[in-house]
């Protein structure tokens, strides 16, 4: 099992994109989903975290008042809404879960990962 992140492309400065994460088959279950990103040749950077319950969300500092995570348990889906984009976010943006029940804004702690999609704000 995967997840697949889907919803990257090109943007203009101050645009908008909608993240959307979903797991390659059977249902997904989580204690926590996040979303980091990556530029080539820095780490994997933490962007934004949801527990299963929807009750908690953790915002790196860098995203918090533009970006909004968010999931559908329904729909086995996980998002990222993504407003005023700024070329700064440009990455790839990958999803990721955990089935821990004590985690960190840290790749480490996420276990289940998918292959990313790219992301490009321009000025």
């Known amino acids: 099992v995967q997840l697949q992140a889907s919803g990257g492309g090109l943007v203009q400065a101050g645009g908008s994109l909608r993240l959307s994460c979903q797991p390659s088959?059977?249902?997904?279950?989580?204690?926590?989903a996040a979303w980091f990103r990556q530029v080539p040749g820095n780490e994997r950077e933490f962007v934004a975290a949801i527990n299963w319950r929807g009750s908690s969300r953790d915002y790196a500092n860098s995203v918090k008042g533009r970006f909004t995570i968010s999931r559908n348990i329904a729909k086995n889906m996980v998002y990222l809404q993504m407003n005023n984009l700024k070329p700064e976010d440009t990455a790839i943006y990958y999803c990721?879960?955990?089935?821990?029940?004590?985690?960190?804004?840290?790749?480490?702690?996420?276990?289940?990962w998918g292959q990313g999609t790219l992301v490009t704000v321009s000025s």
């Open positions: 088959e059977g249902p997904f279950d989580y204690v926590a």
């Open positions: 990721a879960s955990t089935l821990r029940q004590r985690y960190a804004d840290s790749a480490a702690d996420f276990s289940l």
